[in-house]
C-alpha cells in the first residue's frame, strides 16, 4: 500500500506544541514526504516536505526517523488557524499518495 | 498575484450525462495535477500534466474519465456517462514554473460535482 497511515484526530491546547505523526513503512530511499493542511472548504496548502534530514520553515518542523518509515510534523505553538486535516503525503514519481488525514482540534 | 482557479465551483447532473471541468493554473506552472476527494476522504491521485503531456494517468478511475492540456495552461476533465459514485469534490493543482518548488502544489478552490 503506498499510502500513509495518521490518526484520525488529535488536540491540542493553544499555544502548545502539536506532534502530528505518520508512518509509511513502504517508503523507499526517493520518496519524499510531504505535509499538506486543508483548512475548512478549501483546496489544501503546503507546509513542509523532506527527504531524509530534518526540515524546519516558518510554519512547522519536520522530523524524519532515521530508517525513514516514520515521520512527525511539528506545530511549535498551536493558534487557532492552525485547526484543520493535516495529511502527510509520499511522493513517489510523479504522483502524490494522500492519506486520510489527521484532523487538529486547537483548544482556546 | 492570481491563485488556481477552477470552474465551475459547483455542478449538479444527472446520471448519464458528461460533465467537464475546468482548471486555469497559476501562469508559468509546468506541472498541473488533477485529484478527486470524495465526503471525508483524504485526496485520490487522478493525473499528472508535465507541460501539455500526461506521463501518468495510472489514477484515473476508469475509461469514463479523460483529461487534456492545451497550451501549456488550461486544463479540462471530462467525465462520460456519469455515475453517482462521482459526485466528489474535484481538486486542481499546478506546480514548478517560475517559483521554481516544482515539489510545492498550489490548490484551487474545487469543483463540487453532484450526480443525481
Known amino acids: 500500500d503506498a499510502k500513509t497511515t495518521q490518526p484520525n484526530s488529535m488536540e491540542s491546547n493553544e499555544e502548545e506544541p502539536v506532534h502530528l505523526p505518520c508512518n509509511h513503512s513502504?517508503?523507499?530511499?526517493?520518496?519524499?514526504i510531504h505535509w499538506y493542511r486543508q483548512l475548512p472548504s478549501q483546496g489544501p496548502e503546503y507546509v513542509i516536505h523532506g527527504l531524509t534530514s530534518n526540515v524546519n520553515n516558518r510554519m512547522a518542523s519536520l522530523a524524519i526517523a532515521e530508517d525513514r518509515k516514520s515521520s512527525t510534523l511539528i506545530l511549535h505553538r498551536a493558534t487557532l488557524r492552525d485547526a484543520a486535516v493535516y495529511y502527510c503525503i509520499r511522493h513517489t514519481g510523479n504522483q502524490f499518495y494522500f492519506g486520510t488525514g489527521t484532523s487538529l482540534t486547537v483548544i482556546p | 498575484g492570481a491563485g488556481v482557479s477552477q470552474s465551475p465551483s459547483n455542478k449538479v447532473t444527472e446520471k448519464g450525462k458528461d460533465v467537464e471541468l475546468r482548471c486555469d493554473p497559476i501562469s508559468g506552472h509546468t506541472a498541473l495535477y488533477w485529484y478527486r476527494q470524495s465526503l471525508g476522504q483524504g485526496l485520490e491521485f487522478l493525473i499528472y500534466f508535465q507541460g501539455n503531456s500526461a506521463p501518468d494517468k495510472s489514477g484515473l478511475p476508469s475509461d469514463r474519465f479523460s483529461a487534456e492540456r492545451t497550451g501549456g495552461s488550461v486544463s479540462t476533465l471530462t467525465i462520460q456517462r456519469t455515475q453517482q459514485e462521482d459526485s466528489a469534490v474535484y481538486l486542481c493543482?499546478?506546480?514548478?514554473?517560475?517559483?521554481?518548488?516544482?515539489?510545492?502544489?498550489?490548490f484551487g478552490p474545487g469543483t463540487r460535482l453532484t450526480v443525481t
Open positions: 493543482a499546478s506546480g514548478g514554473g517560475l517559483a521554481g518548488h516544482s515539489y510545492e502544489q498550489y
Open positions: 513502504t517508503i523507499s530511499g526517493t520518496d519524499y
